[in-house]
């Protein structure tokens, strides 16, 4: 099968070597059923669950490089940050006492990484972060929590956007149960749904108490399987690539061996093709085929175990 490249790809494929594994090497959304059909409900959950004071939300449960994180910032590049003075609608309760004081900036989704010494402190201090606003280490509870419900408000935070939630596993039972409580305390005082997103042990995480795991439906980035729409992964990661001979990895047994030495996760498989590509530059072959899959050096996550030597560690 012949891939036709973009036509921004074809415009560097004069360029030096350097300048063509830059680019190969940039990051790019690739649009897929399952990951159109998450952003549609995140969209729902972004313009209809504000304001109400229970909204089912989202768990977004995937493996570890299978695209969770880029699927949470495409939603966010959707709705980037504001300035309430230019192009925003401020909140009413606002005073103009408020822009003596701070810039307007308005904050519509605001994305965090769960902490990894789960603490309903160490998770206010992560999102004051976040939101650039200053706070004592010293803080108490009461101040830290105060001061997240104050800034969500203000800057005007419609969904909260929490990663990696398995991490609160980390903590015991108690402190499980205690941040879980406190995000959901924090959704319904401010009406502001709270998208949580983590590998599988994260649908464990939820499962704190019922009032919690009644919030969330779960939906699942599943690994990739040999179907069409795999196919067109391969061939929207190809066209993407500036090189100078035509790629020929879009077969059954080569697709399908590519399939299995990523165990079916988009990153793995977008990364390895990329990887590839770039031998293909460097040693002047200009194409990827299965020779450049198997020579180009990439370790896929399920053989870095398998192929190091912890001996010589």
């Given at each position: 099968m012949n891939?036709?490249?973009?036509?921004?790809?074809?415009?560097?494929?004069?360029?030096s070597d350097e300048?063509?594994?830059?680019?190969?090497?940039?990051?790019?959304?690739?649009?897929?059923?399952?990951?159109?059909?998450?952003?549609?409900?995140?969209?729902?959950?972004?313009?209809?669950?504000?304001?109400?004071?229970?909204?089912?939300?989202?768990?977004?449960?995937?493996?570890?490089?299978?695209?969770?994180?880029?699927?949470?910032?495409q939603f966010l590049e959707k709705h980037p940050p504001?300035?309430?003075?230019?192009?925003?609608?401020?909140?009413?309760?606002?005073?103009?006492?408020?822009?003596?004081?701070?810039?307007?900036?308005?904050?519509?989704?605001?994305?965090?990484?769960?902490?990894?010494e789960?603490?309903?402190?160490?998770?206010?201090?992560?999102?004051?972060?976040?939101?650039n606003i200053p706070y004592k280490t010293r803080d108490s509870l009461d101040v830290k929590a105060k001061l997240?419900?104050?800034y969500l408000k203000a800057l005007n935070v419609r969904v909260l956007i929490i990663d990696e939630i398995h991490n609160i596993l980390n903590g015991s039972p108690a402190r499980q149960k205690q941040i879980m409580s406190a995000i959901r305390d924090l959704s319904s005082k401010l009406t502001m749904p709270v998208i949580l997103a983590g590998v599988k042990e994260a649908l464990r995480a939820v499962n704190t108490e019922d009032q919690i795991s009644s919030r969330y439906r779960p939906e699942y980035l599943t690994k990739w399987k040999m179907d069409k729409d795999y196919i067109s992964l391969l061939a929207t990661t190809i066209s993407?690539?500036?090189?100078k001979k035509q790629s020929t990895i879009i077969n059954k047994d080569d697709a399908q061996e590519i399939l299995e030495l990523c165990n079916g996760y988009i990153g793995e498989i977008v990364n390895l093709i990329k990887a590839a590509a770039v031998y293909a530059i460097k040693t002047g072959s200009e194409r990827v085929t299965i020779n450049e899959i198997k020579e180009c050096g990439f370790n896929t996550l399920q053989n870095i175990h398998k192929t190091m030597n912890l001996k010589d560690i």
């Amino acid at each position: 099968m012949n891939i036709e490249l973009t036509e921004e790809t074809k415009k560097i494929l004069d360029s030096s070597d350097e300048e063509r594994i830059k680019y190969i090497n940039e990051e790019y959304w690739i649009d897929y059923p399952i990951a159109q059909n998450i952003l549609e409900k995140m969209e729902d959950i972004y313009n209809f669950g504000y304001g109400k004071t229970r909204y089912i939300s989202i768990l977004l449960v995937g493996g570890s490089n299978n695209g969770k994180t880029s699927l949470l910032k495409q939603f966010l590049e959707k709705h980037p940050p504001y300035d309430y003075n230019i192009d925003g609608e401020q909140p009413d309760w606002i005073t103009d006492d408020f822009f003596d004081k701070y810039t307007g900036i308005g904050r519509p989704v605001l994305y965090v990484i769960s902490p990894t010494e789960p603490s309903e402190s160490r998770l206010y201090s992560i999102i004051l972060e976040q939101l650039n606003i200053p706070y004592k280490t010293r803080d108490s509870l009461d101040v830290k929590a105060k001061l997240v419900e104050y800034y969500l408000k203000a800057l005007n935070v419609r969904v909260l956007i929490i990663d990696e939630i398995h991490n609160i596993l980390n903590g015991s039972p108690a402190r499980q149960k205690q941040i879980m409580s406190a995000i959901r305390d924090l959704s319904s005082k401010l009406t502001m749904p709270v998208i949580l997103a983590g590998v599988k042990e994260a649908l464990r995480a939820v499962n704190t108490e019922d009032q919690i795991s009644s919030r969330y439906r779960p939906e699942y980035l599943t690994k990739w399987k040999m179907d069409k729409d795999y196919i067109s992964l391969l061939a929207t990661t190809i066209s993407k690539l500036p090189l100078k001979k035509q790629s020929t990895i879009i077969n059954k047994d080569d697709a399908q061996e590519i399939l299995e030495l990523c165990n079916g996760y988009i990153g793995e498989i977008v990364n390895l093709i990329k990887a590839a590509a770039v031998y293909a530059i460097k040693t002047g072959s200009e194409r990827v085929t299965i020779n450049e899959i198997k020579e180009c050096g990439f370790n896929t996550l399920q053989n870095i175990h398998k192929t190091m030597n912890l001996k010589d560690i």
